[in-house]
């Protein structure tokens, strides 16, 4: 029976995705998926900008910036067309150095997926075929392998083991894991479109079409790909539901807003689907070896385009801690920090999630006038929109932080990242500052390295501590200082994902920084 350190069951995106993080660790890794060929038809289409940061982490965003087009803003439209409220995204700030918010194919993107997890010889593909049985135990899990063309069955066994394999996942079916339902379904029907060549996208900002009577989104992509999503109401007629005249009518009150111009007849529909939209979320990501992510685990609703981004978040949270106790540097224990952090953070994007689904699909006609009132008051109050808490909002509150002896807002969120053009060493700022514990002081004075070397926890970073005053190249875009200086913090403790372990202020700053990090040993069980 071969062995493996993990085994992937799932090679949609998110598999892809934690096949390409985890085989950049040195694991090694079989990959089982009953499907041989990419699925052509797009579905997500949205990352947000810590993903894309994650891609700069494996070293493709080079690649993934061809396939990806900025959100340039979203409009609040109601039934009579009037525009409730406008807000414009190019101008927000970059907290992680990139676009919040960029469009994307899902084929274009899976396939630089696959073609970069290639390069890997530490890669066993088994695609073509399922798993038809798994038996997870404390330290090892054993699995059946058969083969969709010759029915042929192998045995495997692996370390560890990621179920990636969609909602519908056998993986947590094994397991045993029950999943919690927010009783939150909505019936829409999902359109994509592709203008024709005649005709240009004059405005790729996303419109949400607040008609209390078809709640409507209408959403450019790339090139000449519109995505359209349709509330279905229950008087619909479900047999022609997704007929091109029926769909056609839908689309042709707001064609115009593509281009002014353009034919309501014209292009082609390459898809028209019923959808009913979720809101679930796993008891547990864990159980023993073995680990739930993406659709597997969770699967919220599409107002906030978070499903992908959250899986793709899922293996990258779990990557770096796996390899640390595979490596001996850390206690197995930490890996109950997966369950805890993704869970906490999935539930707040699908609630978040349900709430915005609220606002722009409302069918109650007094409802949906007291939300046109609100975003009307926000267009001349912009700090009332704090309230839908768009999705730059998220962080954990538990799992590897500090939460007793330095509290601070920033502990559990991703520390900024500098413009993606500023440099040191040919490096961007979160490869400088690498992929283990970073220690970074905000300080004048380089001669603090000194200091902190003769204190005997700190051999615990090695050579990865950083003191950035305000002529450092990672200070020039202001981004850093100003979050430091705003949230009083003097010193941090990065980890490898980049998030906040903790932090605090100049205060007695050495002793602190002694005591956050003996804490960090005691959570680490080093």
């Given amino acids: 029976m071969m062995h493996f350190d993990l085994a992937i069951i799932g090679y949609g995106p998110v598999g892809a995705a934690a096949a390409n993080i985890f085989a950049a660790k040195d694991f090694n890794i079989i990959v089982i998926e009953p499907k041989k060929e990419i699925w ?12 894309q940061r994650i891609f700069q982490s494996m070293g493709i965003f080079d690649q993934i910036e061809k396939i990806i087009d900025p959100i340039m803003g979203i409009n609040f439209i109601n039934r009579s067309g009037k525009n409730l409220l406008s807000v414009g995204f190019e101008d927000h700030p970059k907290l992680n150095g990139y676009f919040e918010g960029v ?48 029915n042929e069955k192998s045995n495997f066994s692996s370390t560890y083991l990621i179920g990636s394999d969609g909602a519908d996942s056998f993986v947590r079916k094994s397991l045993g ?29 996303r419109y949400q079409i607040c008609d209390y009577k078809r709640p409507t989104t209408l959403l450019p992509i790339t090139d000449n790909h519109v995505r359209w999503e349709f509330k279905i109401n229950p008087d619909d007629d479900v047999d022609k539901l997704e007929s091109e005249e029926n769909i056609r009518n839908f689309m042709s009150p707001h064609m115009w807003r593509i281009n002014p111009d353009i034919d309501v007849n014209s292009g082609k529909l390459i898809r028209s ?4 939209f979720h809101g679930l979320l796993v008891d547990q990501f864990r159980e023993k070896n073995s680990f739930l992510i993406g659709d597997a685990a969770h699967q919220t609703p599409p107002f906030l385009g978070q499903g992908l981004c959250q899986g793709i978040k899922d293996a ?16 197995k224990k930490i890996l109950d920090s997966f369950n805890d952090e993704r869970k906490e953070v999935n539930d707040f994007m699908i609630r978040t999630a349900i709430k915005q689904g609220d606002v722009i699909g409302s069918q109650d006609r007094l409802k949906a006038f007291f939300r046109d009132m609100f975003f009307m008051f926000a267009k001349k109050f912009p700090k009332a929109l704090s309230a839908l808490k768009f999705q730059y909002s998220w962080k954990f509150h538990q ?84 979050w430091a200086s705003s949230n009083n913090v003097s010193a941090a403790i990065i980890r490898p994902d980049k998030h906040v372990y903790g932090c605090c202020d100049n205060e007695d700053m050495l002793l602190k920084v002694e005591n956050l990090t003996k804490k960090l040993h005691n959570d680490l069980k080093i």
């Fill in 103 to 150: 469009m994307f194919n899902q084929p274009k993107f899976e396939e630089i997926l696959r073609t970069n997890a290639l390069k890997y010889n530490n890669i066993q593909f088994e695609l073509g075929s399922y798993v038809s049985s798994l038996e997870a135990l404390d330290d090892i899990n054993n699995f059946e392998v058969i083969n969709n063309s010759t």
């Fill in 177 to 205: 894991i029950k999943m919690h339902d927010y009783n939150c379904d909505q019936d829409w029907v999902v359109v994509d479109y592709l203008v024709d060549d005649r005709y240009e996208i004059l405005d790729k900002s």
């Fill in 273 to 276: 689907s019923k959808y009913t």
């Fill in 316 to 331: 990258h949270n779990l990557c770096w801690k796996l390899a640390g106790v595979r490596d001996g540097n850390f206690n």
């Fill in 399 to 482: 799992g590897i932080m500090d939460n007793e002896l330095y509290p601070n807002e920033i502990n559990g969120v991703i520390i900024p990242q500098p413009d993606i053009d500023i440099r040191l060493d040919g490096k961007q700022f979160d490869q400088f500052i690498g992929e283990s514990f970073a220690l970074i002081i905000f300080n004048e004075k380089q001669s603090l390295i000194k200091d902190l070397s003769a204190i005997e926890a700190i051999k615990f970073y090695k050579n990865n501590i950083y003191v950035l005053d305000d002529n450092h190249p990672f200070m020039s875009d202001g981004k850093l200082s100003s």
């Fill in 40 to 51: 052509d038809i797009p579905r997500a289409v949205h990352f947000d900008g810590q993903v």
